[in-house]
């Protein structure tokens, strides 16, 4: 039950932060809502990445016969946060170049792109 | 010289990387060289991607090593037999998509260098605009799950950032803001399925996940992520959300890139289904569960196309429309997969004749987007209920449109006729009822462009459009391009499948070809 | 906006702190947790504090606009390119490790066991972590200051003016 409980967080966070981004109508919301779950899917990778008493992957400083956590999802992860700083940048830009020109930032509002 | 050969996968996403790179520094200094840098490095990576796709047809699958001494293979010595090392693996279907965005990223570049002449913000703008095609080459050479994955954001944020850069009236930020979430959310999905593969068979590797492959509930629920996240890349019915939005708001050249793009998402989903999934999943289901989308895509692309009043509105949903033809093709194939007497009999041409529409879909889609947006530089105006009579001032945008209208349709003898019948025979061997459908959209896309012929340029000279010219020769000469291509596909089918289509198709229905060039010698 | 004297004097003496720690990070970034991304970031912090303690026209503006930061993002993606084709050149592939264990600049080789870890080791990895922290800081700096353009700024009369009765007093003299 302890070993799974990374698992239920992840599973929580996700529905979190899909509630948050299917109803909530303010963008700067939306875009925190999109923050959550990438955030939830960094914990997803690094808990795979899990093993049991293992150290940390640090070459220099491994002594003999000790497993090692695995090292390849840690980079995954980071460059996931990357790409998420860059993503959240670019939203944000864009909500400020909107809320000067419509005035507000309300999603049901910036309807300007009629059907 | 045998550098640049033996390095060619590496030289299609270092050369634009390059050259984007260079963009800001030459702008600051020495502005008047960057319209001519700029087409000189789009030149040179549409050049390694054609070289590319050439060696792949005489030599068989590329396989190219990242970052190890030369020669070794994707193991290291000391790995255990588990490849690790990052690789691209070109094969047919890659270089046939590597030929798509090549033709159609040179002719845009001619298109924008005129287009954007007095906009401001163009180091920039042409730095994304590298950034993107380097990653198109990127995500449809690669052999890595998880480079597919950053090489698929790569697409997304400099896509979005392009779609929105003619701010003024904002217009353009609300449908690239709707276009990065819908993306970004897409892109996460397919993060956690890769997740779910790695932590199952300890490897990144496209070829060595296909060879371990079992079906298990992880491995299905990972399918059904990937597949709701390519269709979302793609944008098939029912997450169309964002294609029109962001397709009307772009700069037209732009559009036209953007349809590369979302295809090289097409190819991420056939990847995935054909080579990582192949042998192991019931083929019937998943065959009918992308059929079904294809034939959604379809109807609804053109139903909601026929009442529109916005012109790059109205080619967008064509455009979601069109996805819906080669999902259909690739759909019955894969789902006949299982019965090698009926993939032979149809389940081959249904394959080739979707796979086909991928490349004449993005040609004349491209073509039909310039020319549009040649109609926009010049009047300012994009509602078809203010244009008309604008046959008599533009003459060579009306034969370009009338061209790009007809290939759509699928008139011969353009290139839209050859891949639409290849599609028609074989689902109708398949199951009639689809067949017929298809028909049925093909004739109300044909009524739609029509329609928009009639009101753009045929009638009487309007007033208001007395002083409007013809647009400047490289928009033109970039539309030529496309056109030569349109009609040069359309007048030789036969060469064309037999050269290009037919070893994409059977790349992607030999499962075990991908595995061996990868793995084979290397154990 | 500007704040208080504490923190602007405070913001003097750490920035310097936060520039070096940052470099730290890149630095080190085959050997302990860090490289370039992170300690790019860090340093890109040193400008976020610049830009709370002073008057964005004054400070910036005046000091490096942003088109400054813009060539030193470019610089740093150029040098990442650039070392990943000299591999091409020197007859291997493309971002090989061409400097590992050979006498050059970053060639020491690793020493097995528990140590204390030798900075000059990892070939062409420092190298490449430098680049992507000089790319990191100067575009998020320039993020950072054309975000910061974007508002809407007090200007020094409107700051130095004595402050408006705000505080309400209730019956006995104290804030309500």
Redesign the interface.
């Known amino acids: 039950m302890i070993a799974n409980l990374p698992f239920i967080a992840i599973a929580l966070l996700i529905g979190i932060a899909f509630a948050i981004i299917l109803l909530k109508k303010n963008m700067i919301k939306m875009v925190m809502g999109l923050g959550i779950l990438e955030s939830a899917v960094n914990l997803f990778l690094i808990t795979i990445g899990y093993r049991e008493d293992g150290i940390a992957p640090i070459f220099t400083n491994a002594p003999e016969g000790v497993n090692m956590v695995l090292p390849t999802v840690q980079a995954l992860t980071l460059t996931n946060i990357v790409i998420g700083v860059a993503g959240t940048a670019l939203m944000i830009s864009m909500i400020m170049v909107i809320y000067k020109k419509y005035g507000t930032i309300n999603s049901d509002k910036m309807r300007r792109l009629k059907e | 010289m045998s ?1 640049i050969l033996d ?1 060619l996968p ?1 030289l299609l996403i ?1 050369v634009p ?2 050259g984007a ?2 963009i ?2 030459i702008g ?1 200094f020495l502005p008047k060289i960057r319209d001519a840098w700029i087409i000189l490095v789009s030149f040179l990576s549409s050049m390694a991607a054609v070289l590319t796709a050439f060696t792949v047809y005489t030599k068989g699958t590329l396989v ?7 020669g070794s293979g994707a193991a290291p010595i000391d790995s255990g037999g588990i490849p ?1 090392r990052i690789i691209f693996t070109i094969d047919g279907f890659g270089a046939f998509m590597l030929l798509s965005a090549a033709i159609v990223s040179f002719a845009v570049v001619l298109y924008l260098v005129a287009s954007q002449k007095e906009r401001s913000g163009k180091s920039e703008f042409y730095a994304l605009y590298l950034l993107l095609t380097a990653g198109i080459f990127g995500m449809v050479s690669t052999g890595d799950l ?1 480079n597919f994955f ?1 090489f698929l ?1 790569i697409n ?2 400099s896509g ?2 392009l779609v ?1 850069y003619h ?1 003024k ?3 353009a ?5 709707k276009y ?2 819908v993306n ?2 897409g ?2 999905m397919v ?2 399925s ?2 779910l593969l ?2 199952q068979y300890n490897s ?1 590797n496209m070829a060595y996940i296909a060879s371990q492959m079992t079906l298990t509930t992880l491995n299905i629920v990972a399918l059904v992520l990937f597949i709701t996240a390519l269709a979302m890349k793609a944008g098939a019915v029912p997450f169309h959300f964002a294609t029109p ?1 962001a397709y ?2 772009a700069p037209s050249g732009i559009t036209a890139l953007m349809v590369v793009a979302s295809q090289a998402g097409l190819y991420g989903l056939f990847r995935i289904l054909f080579t990582v999934y192949g042998g192991v999943i019931n083929t019937v289901t998943v065959g009918w569960v992308i059929i079904v989308i294809g034939i959604l895509s379809m109807v609804i692309g053109v139903t ?1 196309a026929l009442p529109q009043k916005d012109i790059k509105r109205l080619l967008a949903y064509h455009a979601v429309s069109q996805t819906g033809y080669m999902l259909l093709g690739v759909g019955v194939a894969f789902a006949v997969l299982g019965d090698p007497a009926a993939t032979a009999a149809f389940g081959q041409t249904a394959m080739e004749g979707g796979l086909f529409h991928i490349i004449n879909h993005a040609l004349y889609k491209g073509l039909l987007f310039l020319a549009v947006g040649a109609v926009i530089y010049r009047t300012g105006v994009w509602s078809l209920n203010k244009l008309g009579g604008l046959g008599h001032n533009m003459k060579w945008t009306m034969v370009f449109f009338l061209i790009g209208a007809l290939a759509i349709a699928g008139i011969p003898p353009f290139n839209g006729f050859a891949s639409k019948l290849m599609i028609y025979e074989s689902v109708f061997a398949f199951n009639p009822a689809l067949s017929i459908i298809a028909m049925v959209v093909s004739i109300l896309t044909l009524a739609s462009f029509m329609k928009v012929f009639h009101s753009v340029f045929m009638g009487p000279k309007l007033p208001e459009f007395e002083n409007v010219k013809e647009v400047p020769k490289l928009m033109i000469a970039g539309m030529v391009i496309l056109t030569i291509f349109v009609i040069g596909f359309g007048l030789m089918p036969d060469l064309v499948v037999d050269s290009i289509v037919t070893p994409a198709a059977n790349a992607l229905l030999n499962q075990g070809s991908y595995i061996t060039a990868v793995l084979g010698g290397f154990l | 906006m500007t704040s208080g004297l504490i923190v602007r004097t405070a913001g003097r003496l750490i920035v310097p702190l936060i520039f070096i720690f940052g470099f730290y990070l890149v630095a080190h970034g085959h050997l302990t947790p860090g490289g370039g991304f992170q300690g790019g970031a860090v340093i890109a912090t040193g400008v976020a504090l610049i830009l709370i303690c002073y008057y964005y026209k004054d400070s910036i503006e005046k000091f490096s606009p942003a088109k400054n930061f813009k060539l030193i993002e470019a610089s740093g993606l150029l040098l990442y390119i650039c070392t990943a084709l000299s591999a091409l050149v020197l007859g291997s592939s493309f971002l090989f490790n061409w400097l590992n264990a050979s006498g050059g600049l970053f060639g020491h080789a690793v020493t097995y066991g528990i140590n204390a870890g030798d900075l000059f080791t990892a070939g062409v990895i420092p190298v490449l972590n430098f680049a992507i922290g000089i790319e990191v800081f100067g575009a998020l700096s320039v993020v950072l200051l054309y975000m910061f353009a974007g508002l809407r700024e007090t200007t020094r009369a409107e700051d130095d003016a004595p402050a408006p009765v705000l505080l309400k007093k209730g019956k006995k003299g104290d804030r309500k």
């Not at chain 2, 190219?64 to 030369?70: L, N, S």
């Open positions: 550098l390095n590496a270092a990387l390059l790179f260079l800001p520094i600051r190219y090593v990242f970052g190890a001494a030369a690790f998880f950053v954001e997304t944020l979005a950032a929105s701010r009236g904002g217009i930020v609300e449908g690239a803001l990065l979430i970004t959310v892109g996460l993060l956690f890769v997740g790695y932590a990144l939005d009307s708001v909601m």
